[in-house]
């Protein structure tokens, strides 16, 4: 019954900004830690960037620093990802994965996923 639901995303010129949303049902959000995962054609998924229970964020791609952030909302139980700068190599399918407590970059360790939403970076 734990489920995790995304929403956003789209298709933004080069440059652009564009959000994400994580809402979790059938757990305490503040118990949880939410990571992002992007996918890109032809390549494996990697981890992007996660919050922890107690609001640690832990970047996972170095080409995303600067650009992405990650925050909570507790009260709407949602996750959000802000992407801002955009460039054509984050296009990608992007994943919410929830696990308690701790974040870590091993997507194997996350026990409940999004069902992924597109983001495509194109002119």
């Known amino acids: 019954q734990l489920q995790l639901v995304e929403s956003g995303g789209g298709l933004v010129q080069p440059g652009g900004s564009l959000r994400l949303s994580c809402v979790a049902s059938?757990?305490?959000?503040?118990?949880?830690?939410i990571a992002w995962f992007r996918q890109a054609p032809g390549k494996e998924r990697e981890g992007v960037l996660c919050?922890?229970?107690?609001?640690?964020?832990?970047y996972y791609a170095d080409s995303v620093k600067g650009r992405f952030t990650i925050s909570r909302d507790n009260a709407k139980n949602t996750v959000y990802l802000q992407m801002n700068s955009l460039k054509p190599e984050d296009t990608a399918d992007y994943y919410c994965a929830a696990r308690y407590y701790y974040c870590t970059g091993s997507q194997g360790l996350y026990n409940y996923w999004g069902q992924g939403r597109q983001v495509t970076v194109s002119s």
């Open positions: 059938g757990l305490t959000l503040a118990n949880v830690a």
């Open positions: 919050i922890s229970s107690s609001d640690v964020r832990t």
